[in-house]
C-alpha cells in the first residue's frame, strides 16, 4: 500500500471555480510529484448552476482507478455537496462554509447531514476571500488553501500552479487567488486536526511527470505521430480534441477544419486519407452513429483513416456529461455490410497517447479506418504521466507503389499473400486507379460476381488478422496470478482500472485472481482470450453497459462463458462493486470444492 | 396523523446525552437532535488526563461508537454555535444563520472555565483542559517532567494535578479563594487540604493574588507568574482553574429567567414552558434553601439529565441529589472529592 493515499471531492455550483480548484489541486500535487488520477463532473447544460463534482486521488504509488469513497469532500455549494456526504469514508473530513450569506432553513447546512463517523470541518470561506481580495468570488481558492493548510501540501507548488493558471491576466488576478489561496492555507495550518489522513512525502519521480487527462493525451499521441489534417464537429465529450488540434496543429503545419457536420468531418478526413495525409476525426456515440455511412467508404475503399469516439450515456442525446460504455457494438460492426475495420481501446491517459499514435500507422499499414474507442471517464480523467515524446511512431507504414512489379498493370486492390495491396497515392506515377463505395475488382473497377464479392470481402477482414500483433502496442495484456486462477477478469477501456484495482485487492485477500485487458477490440485477440478463460475457474467481464457488448463480443468469439457485471448509473464503475462480485464468485468456487471434497 | 416532536439538546456531555438516551427510550418515533460546538462525539472527560500518559487517539475517549448515534436515530449536530433561542416560536438560531425548530429544549451547554476579571488579559498565556482539543494542546505544550503552574486550584485542577505529578510532572499551585470549589471549605480546613497535597507532591505556594504573567522568549521558561509579593514562578504551562461559569449567552435574550444560571423549577423546568435545563448551566430552586443553587458532579449531571428528559416526555418528577458533596482525605492522606465519582 502507498505511503500516502489520498481522495478528495470538491462539489459546487457551475462557476463556483470548483472544476478551477481541482484543477491546481492535481497540478500541484503532479508537480510536487505525486500520483494523481483525477475525474471531474459537470452538468450537461451550459447556462444554469448545474452540480460540478472535482475528484482526485493523491499517492505516492501509481494507483489505477479512483476510490469508491472520498477521504475529503469539500463543499463549495451544499445544495450539491449534501447528497456527496454519504461518499466519504468513515473519520474522513467533510470541509463546508460555516458562514453563509443568507438565512437557512433545517437541513440546508451541511453540517446537518455529516454522518458520526465523519468530521467536521467549517471555515468562513466567503469571508476569509473578502478579507483576502475585497471578493468573495475567491472561495475556492480559500478552501483550495484550507485543504493543502490542513494536510500540510507543498504551499509552494501550489502557489506556482496558480500562478502558472492566471499567466497571461492582470497580475492582480493571480496575486488575489494566492493571497485567498494563503488565507485559507493558515486556518488550515491552524487547525485542530481530527482525522486520520496522512501525506506521506512526495515519491521521487521523473522530472517530465505531467498531469494529463485522455483527450489532452489522445491530441499528443496525434502530434507525435504527425497528423497533417484534422475534421470534427464540435460533441461532448470529444470536443476537446478538436479544440487542441485547431489551437496546435497549423502550427506545425498542419490543417484543422470544424465542418458543418459529423458526416462532412469523416467524409473529408477520408478524402484527405486517400491522397496519403495523416487525416483524423473525433466525436462520440451520436456522431459515429452518423458518420457509420462513411465508414463504410473507408473500409470498401481502403482508406486509411482514425476516428476518436469518446463515449458517453445514450441513446439518442442521452446523458451529454455522462459516462458510459455503449458504443462497443457500434463501433465494431456499426454500419452497413461486412465492414471490418480496427477498433483499439485505450485503458488509460498513457494508452490514449500509445493508442492515438499506433492508430495512425495500423490504419496506414492494414490500408482501413482505425476507430480508437474512449470514453468521457477516460476523456477527463487526469492521471500524471510521464515519458510521453519518447514514443516514436513510424512516420508511414504504408505498403507503396514500390512494391508493385514494375512491369504490371497497376491494380489498387489486388490480392497479395499478406491480403494487403501495394497503394499509390493519387497523382503517383504508375498509381493511376478507380476507387468506389461498390463493390470491385482487384483494380477497382465495380464488379459484384459471386466471386468477387467473397474474395474481397475475406481480403477485407484477413488483411487487418495481423494487427493483433502490431509492434509495440500491447493488444492484451495479462496482470496478477499466473497459471490457474479462481476468478478472471477481462475488462476493456476506462473500466480495465477498477478492475485491476480490484484484482489486486482480492489478491491482498487471498483470492487467487486474474486480470487481462483487452486494448484491441477488432479484431479481438480470440487465442489470448481463450487461454485467459482456461486458466480461470470464473471469468468476471465488468463494463458499463445495459447489455453487456463486450461479453457478447468475446463469448460469440471465444465461446467461452463469462459472468456479467454491467452498470448504467452514468459513473465510472466502482472498484468495491467489482470486488463484491469478485468475492461472490470465490466464495461460490469455495463451497463447490467443499462440496466435491465431501 | 401529527409530525413527532423534535427534542433539541444543547449540549453533548453528560446531561446531554443521557437526555438523549431517555428521550429514545420514552418517545421511540420522536426527533432527538444534540447540537454542539465541539467536532466530537460525546466523549469521557474525566479520562482526558490520560493524555499525559500518551492516549492520543481521541476515539480512544468516545463513551459511544458513531454506529450507536445511528441506530438510535440520535443526529448530532457538531460544531455548530447557537446564537439565539427565540422561545416564541420555538426556534433557534445557529452561528452559520440556520433556523432549527423544537418542540422541547433541554440546556445542557454546561460551563466554561471561570477566569477572575483581572487574569482575562492574559487569557491567550494559559493552557486549558476542558475539552479533548485542549487537553491534547496542554499536553504538547508540556515537556517530559515539565512544570506546569497551576492558578485556583478548583476541584477539577486538582485531579489534573494528581494526574501531572502521576506522570512526572512538576505542579506549583497558586491557591486561591476558589480553590476546591465547588466544594465549601472552610478556612480552618484548607491547611490540612493544602497539606494532604503537598504529600501527593503538588507544590503549594503561598497564597498571593497574581501581578501579572509573561511569556518567556530567548530560551527563558515559557511561562512566568509574578505574584503580587514579588515572588516569581516559572513554568511551562499555566493552567487557570477558579470554578465553572454557566455558558449561556446564547439564551439572553430568549426571555427566560438567569441569575448565574438558568434558573428551573426542581421539575427542571424554566420559566419557559418548552425549555429545560440540566448539568452545570442551571440553577435549581431548592425550597430547603429558599435559593436556586447548583448542583456539580458526575451523578448529579447525569440524573438531572434523565430526569430533564422524562419531564419532558410527561412525567413531573422533581430532582433530588443523594449525593454527599463531601471533601476527605484518605487513610493515606490522599484528597477524595465526591464530584469525582462516576459510573
Known amino acids: 500500500m502507498s505511503d500516502t493515499d489520498i481522495q478528495i471531492a470538491i462539489c459546487g455550483s457551475a462557476g463556483d471555480g470548483t472544476i478551477a480548484a481541482g484543477s491546481i489541486l492535481n497540478q500541484a500535487m503532479a508537480r510536487a510529484g505525486y500520483k494523481v488520477i483525477a475525474f471531474d463532473v459537470y452538468p450537461a447544460e451550459i447556462r444554469g448552476f448545474g452540480e460540478c463534482i472535482a475528484c482526485s486521488r493523491i499517492t505516492s504509488a501509481q494507483v489505477f482507478s479512483l476510490k469508491g469513497q472520498s477521504d475529503v469532500l469539500v463543499s463549495l455549494n451544499d445544495g450539491h455537496a449534501i447528497a456527496h456526504v454519504p461518499e466519504v469514508r468513515d473519520y474522513g473530513a467533510v470541509i463546508y462554509d460555516d458562514a453563509p450569506i443568507s438565512t437557512l432553513k433545517e437541513g440546508q447546512h451541511i453540517s446537518a447531514h455529516i454522518k458520526p463517523a465523519q468530521l467536521p470541518y467549517g471555515l468562513p470561506m466567503r469571508e476569509l476571500s473578502e478579507r483576502a481580495t475585497s471578493a468573495a468570488k475567491s472561495r475556492n481558492m480559500v478552501a483550495l488553501g484550507y485543504l493543502a493548510g490542513l494536510y500540510g501540501m507543498p504551499r509552494k507548488a501550489f502557489h506556482e500552479t496558480i500562478t502558472g493558471k492566471f499567466k497571461g491576466k492582470a497580475a492582480a488576478i493571480a496575486e488575489g487567488n494566492v493571497q485567498a489561496f494563503d488565507a485559507g492555507y493558515a486556518e488550515g495550518e491552524a487547525a485542530f486536526r481530527l482525522d486520520f489522513i496522512e501525506l506521506g512525502p512526495a515519491p521521487e519521480t521523473s522530472s517530465d511527470a505531467v498531469m494529463m487527462n485522455g483527450n489532452t493525451a489522445i491530441v499528443e499521441g496525434c502530434m507525435e505521430a504527425g497528423l497533417e489534417t484534422f475534421f470534427g464537429y464540435p460533441i461532448t465529450p470529444a470536443t476537446t480534441i478538436l479544440e487542441m488540434l485547431a489551437a496546435r496543429l497549423p502550427k506545425q503545419g498542419g490543417r484543422v477544419l470544424q465542418t458543418e457536420d459529423e458526416i462532412a468531418a469523416i467524409g473529408a478526413a477520408i478524402g484527405a486519407g486517400y491522397t496519403g495525409a495523416r487525416a483524423a476525426t473525433a466525436t462520440s456515440g451520436p456522431g459515429l452513429a452518423l458518420m457509420t455511412e462513411m465508414l463504410g467508404l473507408g473500409v470498401m475503399a481502403e482508406v486509411p483513416v482514425v476516428i476518436f469516439v469518446s463515449q458517453r450515456g445514450g441513446p439518442s442525446t442521452g446523458m451529454p456529461t455522462k459516462t458510459e460504455q455503449s458504443d462497443l457494438n457500434l463501433a465494431v460492426f456499426g454500419g452497413s455490410g461486412d465492414a471490418k475495420r480496427i477498433v483499439l481501446a485505450p485503458t488509460n491517459v498513457e494508452g490514449c497517447y500509445r493508442c492515438a499514435g499506433r492508430a495512425f500507422e495500423l490504419a496506414e499499414q492494414y490500408q482501413t479506418p482505425v476507430i480508437v474507442l474512449l470514453d468521457l471517464y477516460l476523456s477527463n480523467r487526469l492521471e500524471s504521466v510521464s515519458g510521453l515524446g519518447k514514443t516514436r511512431f513510424a512516420p508511414n507504414l504504408s505498403k507503396g507503389l514500390d512494391a508493385w512489379a514494375p512491369n504490371e498493370a497497376y491494380q489498387r486492390f489486388a490480392i497479395t499473400d499478406d491480403w494487403v495491396s501495394p497503394r499509390a497515392i493519387p497523382g503517383e506515377p504508375g498509381g493511376i486507379h478507380t476507387v468506389t463505395g461498390l463493390e470491385h475488382n482487384q483494380l477497382g473497377r465495380p464488379k459484384d460476381t459471386p466471386e468477387i464479392h467473397q474474395l474481397m470481402t475475406e481480403k477485407r477482414h484477413q488483411k487487418v488478422a495481423p494487427a493483433i500483433r502490431h509492434a509495440d502496442l500491447s493488444t492484451y495484456k495479462r496482470f496478477g496470478d499466473e497459471g490457474e486462477v479462481d476468478v478472471g477478469l477481462i475488462a476493456w477501456g476506462s473500466t480495465f482500472g477498477e478492475a485491476l484495482e480490484a484484482m489486486l485487492q482480492a489478491r491482498s485477500e487471498g483470492i487467487r485472481c486474474a486480470a487481462m485487458k483487452v486494448v484491441m477490440l477488432s479484431p479481438l485477440p480470440v487465442d489470448a482470450i481463450r487461454s485467459f478463460c482456461a486458466d480461470c475457474r470464473e471469468v468476471l467481464v465488468p463494463e458499463l453497459n445495459y447489455q453487456g457488448q463486450f461479453a457478447n463480443l468475446l463469448t460469440g468469439a471465444t465461446g467461452c462463458e463469462v459472468h456479467r457485471f454491467n452498470r448504467v448509473t452514468g459513473r465510472p464503475m466502482q472498484v468495491e462493486d467489482i470486488l463484491g462480485e469478485i468475492r461472490r464468485l470465490a466464495k461460490v468456487i469455495k463451497t463447490e470444492r467443499r462440496f466435491v471434497a465431501a | ?343
Not at chain 2, 506546569?148 to 486550584?153: D, S
Not at chain 2, 513554568?235 to 446564547?250: H, K, N, R, S, T
Open chain 2, 1 to 343: 396523523m401529527a409530525a413527532p416532536a423534535h427534542h433539541v439538546i444543547i449540549g453533548n456531555g453528560v446531561a446531554g446525552n443521557h437526555a438523549a438516551w431517555v428521550l429514545r427510550a420514552r418517545a421511540p418515533d420522536d426527533r432527538i437532535t444534540i447540537i454542539t460546538i465541539g467536532a466530537l462525539l460525546f466523549y469521557d472527560r474525566y479520562q482526558l488526563p490520560q493524555v499525559f500518559r500518551g492516549k492520543h487517539d481521541w476515539r480512544a475517549y468516545l463513551v459511544h461508537p458513531p454506529s450507536y448515534y445511528e441506530q438510535n436515530r440520535i443526529a448530532v449536530r457538531r460544531k455548530c454555535r447557537v446564537t439565539h433561542v427565540d422561545a416564541e416560536r420555538r426556534v433557534l438560531t445557529l452561528a452559520h444563520r440556520e433556523e432549527v425548530k423544537y418542540d422541547t429544549l433541554l440546556i445542557a451547554s454546561g460551563g466554561g472555565g471561570y477566569l477572575p476579571a483581572n487574569l482575562i488579559e492574559y487569557r491567550p498565556l494559559f493552557h486549558s483542559f476542558n475539552t479533548f482539543r485542549a487537553a491534547m494542546a496542554t499536553a504538547r505544550a508540556l515537556p517530559e517532567e515539565g512544570t506546569v503552574i497551576m492558578l485556583g486550584g478548583d476541584i477539577l485542577g486538582i485531579d489534573v494535578a494528581y494526574n501531572l505529578v502521576d506522570t512526572g510532572h512538576r505542579v506549583l499551585l497558586v491557591p486561591h479563594e476558589q480553590s476546591f470549589w465547588p466544594h465549601k471549605v472552610d478556612p480552618s480546613e484548607r491547611p490540612q487540604l493544602f497539606e494532604a497535597l503537598s504529600g501527593a507532591g503538588i507544590e503549594v505556594v503561598d497564597e498571593a493574588p497574581v501581578e501579572r504573567i509573561e511569556a518567556g522568549e530567548n530560551g527563558a521558561p515559557a511561562r512566568r507568574v509574578v505574584l503580587a509579593d514579588g515572588r516569581e514562578l516559572t513554568g511551562d504551562v499555566i493552567m487557570p482553574f477558579y470554578g465553572l461559569a454557566p455558558a449561556l449567552e446564547f439564551i439572553a435574550r430568549s426571555g427566560v429567567d438567569i441569575e448565574r444560571g438558568l434558573l428551573v423549577n426542581p421539575e427542571l423546568k424554566s420559566t419557559d414552558a418548552h425549555i429545560w435545563a440540566a448539568g452545570d448551566v442551571c440553577q435549581i430552586w431548592s425550597a430547603d434553601e429558599n435559593a436556586y443553587r447548583f448542583y456539580y458532579g458526575w451523578k448529579n449531571v447525569k440524573a438531572m439529565g434523565e430526569l430533564a428528559a422524562r419531564n419532558m416526555t410527561g412525567s413531573e418528577q422533581p430532582f433530588q441529589t443523594f449525593i454527599d458533596e463531601t471533601l476527605t482525605v484518605d487513610r493515606a492522606g490522599r484528597l477524595h472529592s465526591s464530584f469525582w465519582d462516576y459510573d
